[in-house]
């Protein structure tokens, strides 16, 4: 079975930094491309940012442009998140997703068209 375990989250002031991790265990990550998205509480889902198996690029979200980046260990099977210079309004659930066989929905950073999601890991930025 394909797991994403998520972990990282807590609680951090703003313009402090955090580095998420998104564990696979089941599947080779880098035969996928791999999402971030977050949901804050009364909020939808959002897309952050993507790496995509068939480039091997990444985009973000206009919201974390210039402030988080994606990365990958194959060694681990982990992806990373790296988020410098949070805002509170960064605060939500972060998730990590696989899309199995294309990068369509992961390079628009479409949550609905993903196929394995993690449970999540909180990240609150407050003072």
């Known amino acids: 079975q394909l797991h994403l375990v998520e972990s990282g989250g807590g609680l951090v002031q703003p313009g402090g930094s955090l580095r998420l991790s998104c564990a696979a265990s089941?599947?080779?990550?880098?035969?996928?491309?791999i999402g971030w998205f977050r949901q804050a509480p009364g909020k939808e889902r959002e897309g952050v940012s993507c790496?995509?198996?068939?480039?091997?690029?990444?985009n973000y979200a206009d919201s974390v442009k210039g402030r988080f980046a994606m990365s990958r260990d194959n060694a681990k099977n982990t992806v990373y998140l790296q988020m410098n210079s949070l805002k509170p309004e960064d605060t939500a659930v972060y998730y990590c997703?696989?899309?199995?066989?294309?990068?369509?929905?992961?390079?628009?950073?479409?949550?609905?068209?993903?196929?394995?999601w993690g449970e999540g890991t909180l990240v609150t930025v407050s003072s």
């Open positions: 997703a696989a899309e199995i066989g294309s990068d369509y929905y992961c390079s628009a950073l479409a949550s609905y068209g993903m196929d394995y």
């Open positions: 089941g599947f080779t990550l880098d035969y996928y491309s």
């Open positions: 790496l995509s198996k068939s480039t091997g690029s990444t």
